[in-house]
T-cell receptor
Framework: KAGVTQTPRYLIKTRGQQVTLSCSPISGHRSVSWYQQTPGQGLQFLFEYFSETQRNKGNFPGRFSGRQFSNSRSEMNVSTLELGDSALYLC?????????????FGPGTRLTVT | LAKTTQPISMDSYEGQEVNITCSHNNIATNDYITWYQQFPSQGPRFIIQGYKTKVTNEVASLFIPADRKSSTLSLPRVSLSDTAVYYCLASSNTGKLIFGQGTTLQVKP
């Protein structure tokens, strides 16, 4: 069974631009979560989608948004990029949006903002 | 405000048992506590998950006291390949998922 895939793996953008990251969950998984990982802040939860609906959201500004499609694939968008948005963005999928958070992570997208 | 706290780093030797404790206050009463392992340039990998008391699988054990204010990941007989960062994950009582800051485990020969 294929794992979680994320595209692109690496991305370089300049301040003020916007970016869209993509995540394809494991087949059959309906829940997709997004995380930001930085050396200073560690792993921080962005949001979770289940059946095309945002179920949960972390403490990030409105510049960070996401969506989920009917095939469970998810995209994350960051508008008006700032230098501090440079991070590894991780996507994780799980079977269902329950308290059983056995999530499977993708390899991440490394975003560098210059 | 819910928060999870772990030691920043730990050292061990091959063949020893390693216990990593995570403190988590104000977590949701009905959510699981999960531990992940992360190697450089990879996403976190699920290790074990529990709700209370003790859970054991083929790679680790997880101990959670009745008050659920902490959890301890136990790795039996570690090897060099267990050198990684270990994270605990809990859900706050407001539904937010909170990772600990990670414990870097260094296993020495």
């Amino acid at each position: 069974k294929a794992g979680v895939t994320q595209t692109p793996r690496y991305l370089i953008k300049t301040r003020g631009q916007q970016v869209t990251l993509s995540c394809s969950p494991i087949s059959g998984h309906r829940s997709v979560s997004w995380y930001q990982q930085t050396p200073g802040q560690g792993l921080q939860f962005l949001f979770e989608y289940f059946s095309e609906t945002q179920r949960n959201k972390g403490n990030f500004p409105g510049r960070f948004s996401g969506r989920q499609f009917s095939n469970s694939r998810s995209e994350m968008n960051v508008s008006t990029l700032e230098l501090g948005d440079s991070a590894l963005y991780l996507c994780a999928s799980s079977l269902s949006a329950t308290e059983d958070y056995e999530q499977y992570f993708g390899p991440g997208t490394r975003l560098t903002v210059t | 405000l819910a928060k999870t706290t772990q030691p920043i780093s730990m050292d061990s030797y091959e063949g020893q048992e390693v216990n990593i404790t995570c403190s988590h206050n104000n977590i949701a009463t009905n959510d699981y506590i999960t531990w992940y392992q992360q190697f450089p340039s990879q996403g976190p990998r699920f290790i074990i998950q529990g709700y209370k008391t003790k859970v054991t699988n083929e790679v680790a054990s997880l101990f959670i006291p009745a008050d659920r204010k902490s959890s301890t990941l136990s790795l039996p007989r570690v090897s060099l390949s267990d050198t990684a960062v270990y994270y605990c994950l809990a859900s706050s009582n407001t539904g937010k998922l909170i990772f600990g800051q990670g414990t870097t485990l260094q296993v020495k020969p």
